[in-house]
T-cell receptor
Framework: AQSVSQHNHHVILSEAASLELGCNYS??????LFWYVQYPGQHLQLLLK??????LVKGIKGFEAEFIKSKFSFNLRKPSVQWSDTAEYFC????????????FGIGTKLQVIP | DSGVTQTPKHLITATGQRVTLRCSPR?????VYWYQQSLDQGLQFLIHYYNGEERAKGNILERFSAQQFPDLHSELNLSSLELGDSALYFC?????????????FGPGTRLTVL
């Protein structure tokens, strides 16, 4: 069975600081990887996804993530955070092939202080 | 706004009762997914329907059931409710059923069991 670990449950940063949120997955086969974001009071929305090809994926709002197969990791990064990035971030994995059965991590709450 | 609607927004009920949560997917989307989000378990995949047929099951209890109707809306039925069923229930939809499809999430239904 697939699983996802997000190491930091609560992160507090000042504006303009760099962000890296850790995500590790457990699955023996080929995977598809996602980062979702949930802004306060809003629905979950997709930030970026990786299926194949270039392991460095660029998403919306200046976010990027790097898939490192040897480390089973898909860390989310942003060089300079803004107050509006305050949200909860979820890493998710789905085994390639077959139907969608996405497994989400527990989530990381990011608080950006002006 | 993702285009996915869920009703009701909030639901308060007692243990042992039965409730029905409703989801309308984005126009044109054939797949509907249900998730449960609780503080201790995070976001858990429950079930996936595609064009009226069940496609995948996750950690869905036997007390829970779902269906997707010909007009593609879906209902999640929760019966013999327990305190531990209190959670946020999300519905998502996607155009097709493949792993490459982006899921669009609704605003969720917050269920409180007293």
């Amino acid at each position: 069975a697939q699983s996802v670990s997000q190491h930091n449950h609560h992160v507090i940063l000042s504006e303009a600081a760099s962000l890296e949120l850790g995500c590790n997955y457990s699955y023996g086969g080929t995977v598809n990887l996602f980062w979702y974001v949930q802004y306060p009071g809003q629905h979950l929305q997709l930030l970026l996804k990786y299926f194949s090809g270039d392991p460095l994926v660029k998403g919306i709002k200046g976010f990027e993530a790097e898939f490192i197969k040897s480390k089973f990791s898909f860390n989310l990064r942003k060089p300079s955070v803004q107050w509006s990035d305050t949200a909860e971030y979820f890493c998710a994995v789905n085994a390639s092939g077959g139907y969608q059965k996405v497994t989400f991590g527990i989530g990381t709450k990011l608080q950006v202080i002006p | 706004d993702s285009g996915v609607t869920q009703t009701p927004k909030h639901l308060i009920t007692a243990t042992g009762q039965r409730v029905t949560l409703r989801c309308s997917p984005r126009s044109g989307d054939l797949s509907v997914y249900w998730y449960q989000q609780s503080l201790d378990q995070g976001l858990q995949f429950l079930i996936h329907y595609y064009n009226g047929e069940e496609r995948a099951k996750g950690n869905i209890l036997e007390r829970f059931s779902a269906q997707q109707f010909p007009d593609l809306h879906s209902e999640l039925n929760l019966s013999s409710l327990e305190l531990g069923d209190s959670a946020l229930y999300f519905c998502a939809s996607s155009v097709e059923q493949g792993v490459a499809d982006t899921q669009y999430f609704g605003p969720g239904t917050r269920l409180t069991v007293l």
